[in-house]
């Protein structure tokens, strides 16, 4: 898990927890993507994503265990492919954008969840940051992503592109949305 190496150490004090969140570019660009002979059809271009957390010391607060008082998320593509003779177009890239800023949001909504976590040792709290993990990489993130390339047929539908890009946008600028009602 992307979490073992986060819980290394302790240290006494208490304060308020702050998580960030960072792209990594933070706009794609086609040098962003190996150019490959096949893709699955319909696709003309391929991305997953890799969550990475800062390493930082656990806290040790009167027994309870919380995660460093503040910690950043980045997320990078881990795989990133076009077709070589396919349309490199901008409708393409901005739909590929979107599938970035839907692993940014899916990240936001874990950034809120590990802020509150705690535990009564290392090993609960490793389970905890685990299952948090799961819950939005392994699970939330697949099922936005397969909704998105369902509902906008891959960026070939324009008018639920663009409703899909707005609702987008609008999970970012606040930070909470988790895009729940947009799975399969």
């Not at 396919?86 to 949001?105: K, V, Y």
């Not at 950034?111 to 509150?116: C, G, N, R, V, Y």
Request: glycine residues 4%.
């Amino acid at each position: 898990m992307a979490f073992a190496a986060v819980l290394h150490d302790t240290e006494r004090r208490s304060h308020t927890m702050a998580i960030t969140v960072r792209p990594n570019p933070a706009q794609l660009s086609w040098a962003n993507f190996t150019p490959v002979p096949t893709l699955p059809e319909p696709r003309n271009a391929v991305i997953d994503f890799s969550f990475n957390v800062q390493n930082r010391p656990v806290r040790n607060t009167g027994g309870v265990f919380q995660l460093a008082e503040t910690l950043e998320i980045t997320v990078s593509p881990r795989v990133a492919r076009v077709l070589r003779t396919g349309s490199r177009t901008p409708a393409l890239l901005a739909h590929e954008q979107g599938h970035l800023d839907i692993a940014l949001c899916v990240a936001w909504a874990l950034a809120a969840q590990l802020q509150t976590l705690s535990a009564p040792d290392q090993g609960a709290l490793r389970t905890a940051l685990n299952n948090a993990y799961s819950v939005h990489v392994d699970d939330r993130l697949r099922r936005v992503q397969e909704g998105y390339d369902l509902w906008t047929n891959h960026g070939r539908d324009a008018a639920q592109q663009t409703m899909w890009l707005s609702a987008i946008a609008t999970a970012l600028s606040t930070h909470a949305a988790t895009l729940q009602n947009y799975t399969l």
